[in-house]
T-cell receptor, first 107, second 114 residues
Framework: DAKTTQPTSMDCAEGRAANLPCNHS???????VYWYRQIHSQGPQYIIH???NNETNEMASLIITEDRKSSTLILPHATLRDTAVYYC????????FGKGTRLHILP | GAGVSQTPSNKVTEKGKYVELRCDPI?????LYWYRQSLGQGPEFLIY????????DSGLPNDRFFAVRPEGSVSTLKIQRTERGDSAVYLC????????????FGEGSRLTVL
């Protein structure tokens, strides 16, 4: 079973920041948090990952709480092309996906 | 190409038939994963390989499903006596040892069992 829980769906206005939460209360000390997204009819695409510190790349930012039991993926300026299902994964070797959050960007 | 390649992209077969799905990972990637995805669901883990050996096949639903990776690169997922419930998109992904650990996915093989 997936070690994470995410809201089923979220809406965000175009141009605003999209904040996608993820709970992973059973995470182990050496497990990374990974985020992927899947646009309709495509394979999942890697976004970002982190262990303890907050991370930022050209796609997004990842904020991990100090106790590491939850994290938030931030898309700073959402566009219509960010409409997708976003998966938060606590990575062990098997890499188990949950159901993800379906993000709708509203024009 | 530089990405993960899966063939066929679409396969329609009849119940009871045998099917093979092929995955050609990114060159040099030692780990290879197979997932199955039904409509509205997240990818469901089936099996992953580290080199030639199956490191974890706990996701294979039953003994009709089998996967091989004889030379540590291309992998084939084999489904015997297909059932209508096997209809799904079968996704393959690969990753290299070390680095960011990210998975690179193919576009999937859509299997329809009539």
């Amino acid at each position: 079973d997936a070690k994470t829980t995410q809201p089923t769906s979220m809406d965000c206005a175009e141009g605003r920041a999209a904040n996608l939460p993820c709970n992973h209360s059973t995470i182990s000390g050496n497990e990374y948090v990974y985020w992927y997204r899947q646009i309709h009819s495509q394979g999942p695409q890697y976004i970002i990952h982190g262990l303890k510190n907050n991370e930022t790349n050209e796609m997004a930012s990842l904020i991990i709480t100090e106790d590491r039991k939850s994290s938030t993926l931030i898309l700073p300026h959402a566009t219509l092309r960010d409409t997708a299902v976003y998966y938060c994964i606590v990575r062990d070797d098997k890499i188990i996906f949950g159901k993800g959050t379906r993000l709708h960007i509203l024009p | 190409g530089a990405g993960v390649s899966q063939t066929p992209s679409n396969k329609v077969t009849e119940k009871g038939k045998y099917v093979e799905l092929r995955c050609d990972p990114i060159s040099g990637h030692t780990a290879l994963y197979w997932y199955r995805q039904s409509l509205g669901q997240g990818p469901e883990f089936l099996i992953y390989f580290q080199g030639t050996g199956a490191a974890d096949d706990s996701g294979l639903p039953n003994d009709r499903f089998f996967a091989v990776r004889p030379e540590g690169s291309v992998s084939t997922l084999k489904i015997q006596r297909t059932e209508r419930g096997d209809s799904a998109v079968y996704l393959c992904a690969s990753r290299r040892t070390g680095g960011t650990g990210e998975l690179f996915f193919g576009e999937g093989s859509r299997l329809t069992v009539l």
